[in-house]
């Protein structure tokens, strides 16, 4: 069991270009979060699947953002249109639903910088 | 709505030295309550967690109890070292139908500075 992974850890980009994140959660994880952390701060949610289902959305999640996760495996986190303010560390995290005692798994993030 | 309040840091300590960190949360129904533990350049990582209240939650030497008539869950450790430095978030979960867990809601964390 590898963990969760993330990919790219790290990402510049210019204001008004689109980035895409991945990823992987643990292999039998069912469930699957996405959170933003910006400095000084704790993470903030913005989305969570339930297998293939994206069962929830924060109205932090603008129309800019997407998520998804086809086949319920690896989910993408897409910002079109990046603006400064979207500059953060965005964090997944899994869990297994019929875990009596849930308990999610942090990756080690992604961070954006928008320039 | 629900939410999680902890005390501000940085938290400066000798080693050996006795460590409180206050949480408090304000929830409807039930919540499970963690901390989570992020050591420089690491992701975040589940340090305990409580899922009912009188439960004590412990790990690695730190200890935090639900204690529902105040709302709060503070994390104590006894005799902290250097490898303790770190920052600490309190975090309760957001029960969805079923009383399975979802969310989780995080407090703004707290720096811990442990000094030899």
Same mark, same amino acid.
């Given at each position: ?115 | ?102 969310? /989780? ?6 720096? /811990?500075?442990?000094?030899?």
């Amino acid at each position: 069991d590898t963990g969760v992974s993330q990919d790219p850890r790290h990402k510049i980009t210019k204001r008004g270009q689109n980035v895409t994140f991945r990823c992987d959660p643990i292999s039998e994880h069912n469930r699957l979060y996405w959170y933003r952390q910006t400095l000084g701060q704790g993470p903030e949610f913005l989305t969570y699947f339930q297998n293939e289902a994206q069962l929830e959305k924060s109205r932090l999640l603008s129309d800019r953002f997407s998520a998804e996760r086809p086949k319920g495996s690896f989910s993408t986190l897409e910002i079109q249109r990046t603006e400064q303010g979207d500059s953060a560390m965005y964090l997944c995290a899994s869990s297994f639903s019929r875990q009596e005692k849930e308990t999610q798994y942090f990756g080690p993030g992604t961070r954006l910088l928008v320039l | 709505g629900n939410s999680v309040t902890q005390m501000e840091g940085p938290v400066t300590l000798s080693e050996e030295a006795f460590l409180t960190i206050n949480c408090t949360y304000t929830a409807t129904g039930y919540p499970s309550l963690f901390w989570y533990v992020q050591y420089p350049g690491e992701g975040l990582q589940l340090l305990l967690k409580a899922t009912k209240a009188d439960d004590k939650g412990s790990n690695k030497g730190f200890e935090a109890t639900y204690r529902k008539e105040t709302t709060s869950f503070h994390l104590e450790k006894g005799s902290v070292q250097v490898s303790d430095s770190a920052v600490y978030f309190c975090a309760l979960s957001d029960r969805n139908y079923g009383g399975a867990t979802n969310k /989780l809601i995080f407090g703004t964390g707290t720096l /811990l500075a442990v000094q030899p």
